[in-house]
């Protein structure tokens, strides 16, 4: 992460399921780059605008 912020990246979208089958991994992932990068959690392309 800290190497995208580097490169002048501010958000990573994460494409999800319904479950978030992947909550914990990418709630961890979160917390310790939050200082760094943000994060967002959709379920399809159509929610980034």
Do not use: H, W
């Not at 978030?20 to 992932?29: A, M, P, V």
């Amino acid at each position: 992460m800290p190497t995208a912020s580097e490169y002048g990246c501010r958000t990573i979208y994460f494409i999800i399921d319904e479950a978030n089958s992947l909550k914990d991994e990418l709630e961890g992932q979160a917390n310790d780059s939050a200082d760094v990068i943000d994060f967002r959690y959709v379920f399809s392309m159509d929610e980034i605008g």
